[in-house]
């Protein structure tokens, strides 16, 4: 017996096996967060995604010209029944990024807001001094 929702039915059926083949449908293979670094007058902003992370879940380091992230998200247990479809995934990062040894190590600050992770790497003042000349 055909009734309008066995043709619906059918109507969903061809359109998932068309986007199961569609670019947009893939799902990216590296989830992680790509870090954005912008220099100002100031130094440098870092800034990194980070959705569902917590400040107890991130490090930082900052070592010889190295800032060193790490992050991890997990994902928390379904409350009751089964999970049909999930959008976000359990990962961890483990990143280094070279900075100019010019930062000022001391000053580096880092805030985590909405998801987003921003760390100021400001410039050390520039020091200069004065080199005594002695007559041989």
Known sequence: ???????????FAVLDRMMRHHPASRRPTDPRP???VHETAEGWTVELDLPGVSADDLGLDIDAGVLHVRAARELPAAATG????????AWSLDQRLQVPLSVDDDAVTATLRDGR????????APV????????S
């Open 1 to 11: 017996m055909t009734t309008p929702w066995n043709e619906l039915d059918r109507t």
């Open 34 to 36: 790509h870090p954005r």
């Open 82 to 89: 089964q999970s049909i479809r999930r959008e976000r995934s």
């Open 117 to 124: 992770l921003t760390v100021r790497l400001p410039r050390r």
């Open 128 to 135: 200069t001094r004065s080199v005594p000349v002695k007559a």
